[in-house]
């Protein structure tokens, strides 16, 4: 008796193929996140460099005026590029009494209610008397 030859696969098993459509899968799902992420921060990117500008005005604004900011808070409305944000300004005394401590919150504004949206930008600084 002769034994009979073992068959020889010739592909996958459906098993295989599963695991194999279930990475590919895993894999397009990272790529979509990732790819979102990147989306969403391509579309507040002009938000961002707008605020900035009116925090860089702001502080601006308080050096040429060629003497120590009062300490307090004030807020005001900036318009760049059509777009209005709200801008709040806290400056805060220092332990050296020549300095001040100017921290700037920048808010979009929603032109139909004129209402503040969301903080996009947080910066400090800190400013002398010279």
Known sequence: MNPKP???SLGFSLIEVLVAIGMVALALMAGMAVSM???RFAERQPALLLAQLCAQNDWVRLRLQHQLP???ESSRTCTQAGRDFSVRLSVMATPNP???RVLSQVQA???ATDAAQQ????LSTVMGRY
Do not use: H, N
């Open 6 to 8: 073992k068959r020889r």
């Open 37 to 39: 992420t990147l989306i």
């Open 70 to 72: 009062e300490s307090g």
């Open 98 to 100: 020549d300095f001040r």
């Open 109 to 111: 504004t929603d032109a």
């Open 119 to 122: 903080t996009l930008l947080r």
